[in-house]
């Protein structure tokens, strides 16, 4: 049965994430894009509402939401500001392995404390050599005793400078390349964690997003996620799990893009004539609107997929993809609208295009998920 009339419960989120954006995201957004400080005042109320521990099951007091429920709330935010959003969202991506993974000590002790306060969580995947090819990392994790000594450099590392809570890859048998690596729980008070350096970036400037030391950082075998040897499935099905939101996040950004940009082709005039009544212009804008539908079933599909526990590798990917591929190209013809006065800081337009830009790039870049999409369909 296919339905996509959202609950009450759906349609009262999807508000409460609207009046978010509106009241407390868009006003500070242009202020947290130009500076360096980190949106703790955003956050405080983020984190009242609940949205930065709402994937964490209720049991260990989270909002329990659905990954469709994610995505719905996903859109609204990022279309309030991308990198507060992504602020948000990276929360659940360091919250996702041990939801899916974790003992019910190790969720008692690590996901229950983001209910109580505000805390993030950070997920440590890439390395200066590994990016894309994750499986390639150098990061070690050494059984010493009953403890885990983990050495190694994590870079792009996003919330990494204010986070509390770590999820960190690292390899406990090199020799057996991604079959050998293995995923931790590493608070970020534990001595050797260091915090390098700190990026400054094109786009979604609230994020913070840093390079993570990891010096004979003793951790003890308790905070070994599930066994030694999964850590590069923990990964992948972690990401999995989190695309279908970075798809919903192009959904957000490109709508973002195309409400201004409707606004402005129907009150700008040339010609004697609001530029909206050319059809060029009015056939833009319904491409645009066109692809941020198709864009949001795709997103909408992938979770429902994996909220029912079927096999949706190949439709996050194709979410992801695809949600960030709109909101690179609404943006850009949103800024096309605006005219030179898009190309000017004192409109949304540019901070959109240089947003976007990103959703292509982390959770694996687009052509990563090609690569998925390509390998499914080719057999
Ligand atoms: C702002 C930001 C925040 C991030 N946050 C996090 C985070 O919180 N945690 C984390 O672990 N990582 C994070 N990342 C890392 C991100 O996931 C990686 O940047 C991404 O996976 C790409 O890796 P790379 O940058 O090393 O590029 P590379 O892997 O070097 O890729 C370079 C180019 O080659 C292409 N390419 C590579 N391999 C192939 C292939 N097989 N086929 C076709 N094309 C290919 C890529 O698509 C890309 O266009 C973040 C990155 C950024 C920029």
Aim: proline content about 3%; charged content about 20%; glycine content about 8%.
């Amino acid at each position: 049965m296919i339905s996509f009339v959202l609950t009450e419960e759906q349609l009262a989120l999807q508000n409460t994430a609207r009046e978010f954006a509106l009241k407390e995201m868009r006003p500070v957004a242009a202020k947290y894009d130009q500076g360096h400080e980190f949106p703790w005042d955003v956050m405080k109320k983020a984190f009242e509402v609940g949205f930065l521990y709402s994937s964490i099951e209720s049991e260990y007091g989270g909002g329990g939401l659905s990954l469709l429920d994610t995505a719905i709330i996903s859109e609204e935010l990022a279309a309030g500001c991308a990198g507060l959003f992504t602020t948000m969202m990276v929360n659940s991506l360091a919250q996702t392995p041990i939801i899916l993974f974790g003992t019910h000590e190790q969720k008692k002790k690590f996901l229950t404390p983001f209910s109580q306060e505000l805390s993030f969580g950070a997920f440590c995947l890439t390395e200066p050599q590994a990016g894309s090819d994750a499986g390639n990392m150098l990061s070690t994790a050494k059984k010493v005793g009953s403890d885990y000594i983990i050495n190694g450099t994590k870079c792009f590392i996003s919330n990494g400078g204010v986070a509390r809570t770590h999820v960190v890859f690292a390899n406990t048998d090199p020799e057996k390349g991604i079959r050998g690596m293995s995923a931790f729980i590493v608070q970020a008070d534990t001595p050797g964690v260091s915090v390098g350096k700190v990026e400054d970036k094109m786009g979604q400037r609230a994020s913070n997003t840093v390079e993570l030391v990891f010096e004979d950082v003793k951790v003890p075998q308790e905070n070994l996620l599930g066994k030694e040897g999964i850590g590069f499935m923990i990964a992948m099905k972690t990401l999995d799990k989190a695309r279908p939101s970075v798809g919903a996040a192009g959904v957000g950004v490109a709508r973002a893009a195309l409400d201004y940009a409707i606004e402005y082709a129907n009150s700008r005039e040339q010609f004697g004539k609001p530029i909206s009544a050319f059809q060029h212009i009015a056939f833009k804008l319904a491409d645009m609107a066109t692809e941020v539908n198709a864009a949001r079933l795709l997103v909408w599909h992938a979770a429902w997929l994996i909220d029912n526990k079927q096999k949706a590798s190949k439709e996050a990917a194709m979410a992801k993809a695809y949600g960030s591929d709109v909101a690179m190209r609404t943006t850009v013809e949103a800024l096309q609208i605006y005219g030179g006065y898009g190309y000017m800081k004192d409109y949304p337009m540019e901070k959109l295009v240089r947003d976007a830009k990103l959703l292509q790039i982390y959770e694996g870049t687009n052509e990563i998920q090609r690569l998925v999409i390509s390998k499914e369909i080719l057999g």
